[in-house]
């Protein structure tokens, strides 16, 4: 039997670390009323809201992330990398200045998704 440890990818996952917050409907309707959605094109807010808020958008609603991924995997291999403390409260402060008038803590969040 093969064990493997850390990271583990296939043809249908990739795992990621991001630094950010995790969308909840109560957290999306706050980011709505602040960047409101066209009624045409709804279906492309994400889009919009990451390009304008300048951070990265993991998934899509309701299980998302929002902030800034630090490393991901596919094809079983995973990037290296490495940031020290202060990096990561730089990056932190950014992503809550990013997301005013939303009252969520910034975590660093890892697992794996379908890719």
Known sequence: M???????SNS????????GIKMDKETSEKLK???PPNTKDDGLWWGRLSEEIGLEVIYNEP??????SLTSCRDDYM?????DIKEIEKKAKKIEKAL??????VKLFMG???S
């Open 2 to 8: 093969k064990i493997r440890t850390g990271f583990v």
């Open 12 to 19: 249908s996952s990739s795992s990621f670390v991001v630094l």
């Open 33 to 35: 009323k602040i960047y």
């Open 63 to 68: 299980h998302c992330l929002i902030g800034e």
């Open 79 to 83: 990037e290296d990398g490495e940031y």
């Open 100 to 105: 005013k008038g939303i009252d969520v803590p």
């Open 112 to 114: 794996t998704r379908p």
